[in-house]
């Protein structure tokens, strides 16, 4: 099993405090079912059987067990780690700043709360093959053996506690649920590509080899580079293909700009690049 870095673990805690405070202060007091064991514990803590940060921890070493059979050892620490963190923080805060109700009468502007502040823990975890338990292991067992994104994986999941919140609540508070669960959806989706963002670059240029220098020894990347013939000129040209960062994008762009103002330069968005240095499948 790969050691977890300081860096991957600070990301793991900020994010998942962030999500329990989003739970907690937004998510809860208005009765929000869009989602996760968190979605189902004010159900069950309306239903009086337990508190809600109590139902989380037990629903979430359950799922968690799931994700140690079929995800794997890494993803299971991960998710012990930041499952176990986030019931603690909720139980710990019903404790210490017990709420008798939301905290303001606007209902549309804690729910942008309570839907931002998971949503971006959770993109956050997902990207790092990791996850804040309950649901969300459902939703990377979705992603791992089929080809849907993990923000229809989540809707699929979630789907069910929406519909339960029409009956034991009511129709104000299911509405604002199926509302809250679909913007969460799309918003991991998107949290995760913008998080992933890199810029890909074609470059056309006459000498290819001082950009070649620049990318290997100061970005410290790699490119490839392809011959090639200008269709107006009929003079040889060469194409430089490689992947940035967003930092290192600028610094290239530049870098070439100063040097050759007559090179052309094609950069993309894109946020899936599987291979040395990025991601892997």
Do not use: W
Request: net charge positive; charged share 15%.
């Amino acid at each position: 099993m790969k050691t977890i870095s300081f860096r991957d673990f600070l990301l793991m805690t900020m994010s998942t405090l962030i999500m329990a405070v989003g739970v907690y202060f937004f998510k809860f007091p208005n009765n929000f079912t869009f989602g996760g064991v968190t979605g189902y514990a004010p159900l069950v803590a309306k239903l009086g059987v337990m508190s809600a940060g109590d139902f989380s921890f037990l629903a979430n070493m359950a799922l968690l067990v799931i994700g140690l059979i079929f995800l794997g050892k890494g993803f299971a620490a991960k998710t012990a780690y930041t499952s176990i963190l986030l019931s603690v923080t909720i139980s710990g805060l019903e404790r210490l700043v017990p709420l008798q109700g939301p905290l303001t009468n606007e209902p549309i502007l804690e729910l942008v709360f309570a839907i931002a502040l998971p949503a971006f823990g959770s993109a956050v975890l997902f990207n790092m093959n990791a996850s804040s338990g309950g649901t969300d292991v459902l939703a990377f067992l979705f992603k791992k053996y089929t080809s849907i994104q993990i923000g229809n994986a989540l809707l699929a999941t979630d789907v069910l506690v929406v519909f339960l919140a029409f009956f034991i609540f009511d129709i104000k508070t299911g509405l604002f649920s199926l509302l809250g669960l679909t913007i969460k959806s799309f918003m991991v989706d998107g949290m995760i590509e913008s998080i992933n963002l890199c810029k890909y670059f074609n470059i056309v240029c006459d000498d290819p080899e001082p950009i070649c220098n620049f990318i290997v020894n100061k970005l410290k990347r790699s490119a490839t580079i392809c011959e090639g013939t200008g269709a107006f000129s009929g003079n040889q040209k060469y194409v430089i293909f490689t992947v940035m960062s967003r930092y290192e994008a600028v610094r290239l762009r530049n870098y070439i700009y100063g040097l050759d103002q007559h090179a052309f330069i094609l950069i993309t968005n894109t946020s899936e690049i599987v291979g040395k240095g990025f991601h892997t499948i």
